[in-house]
């Protein structure tokens, strides 16, 4: 979820629920594959306009937007995909239903954010073991 003014424990909360269960990409998890579940969470930073020349992979994700369409992407999906900055402008442009060049057009908003990412992994790397 982008913006809002809601605490952080309250948005993780329901996205987590709708991810879940509302999510119309996948189905409704069951109950027993929550124990199979690896949970990752990316708390974004404000959003910042960015010109295509600064975009770092692998730092910034981005939100490509115009009127009431937007696209999103975390940064890790370049980074993990190994896209140049040029090719991750046109994959966000094209999740939010534009054509891939939708970038280069004036009335196209393009926003930069960083993410801090916890990994369910990482915390239980750190716990003894049972």
């Given at each position: 979820r982008i913006g809002g003014d809601q605490p952080l424990v309250r948005v993780v909360a329901d996205c987590a629920r709708s991810a879940a269960l509302e999510d119309p990409r996948f189905r409704p998890l069951e109950t027993r594959e929550?124990?199979?579940?690896?949970?990752?969470?990316?708390?974004?930073?404000?959003?910042?306009?960015?010109?295509p020349a600064r975009i770092e992979v692998g730092t910034h994700g981005l939100v490509v937007s115009r009127g009431w369409r937007r696209g999103v992407l975390l940064p890790q999906v370049a980074l993990e995909r190994r896209w140049s900055p040029e090719r991750f402008l046109e994959e966000t442009c094209v999740k939010a239903g534009f054509d891939r060049d939708a970038w280069k057009d004036q009335e196209t908003r393009i926003h930069g954010f960083t993410a801090e990412i916890f990994c369910e992994a990482e915390f239980r790397s750190g716990l003894p073991e049972q």
């Open positions: 929550i124990e199979e579940t690896e949970i990752e969470l990316s708390v974004l930073s404000p959003l910042e306009e960015i010109a």
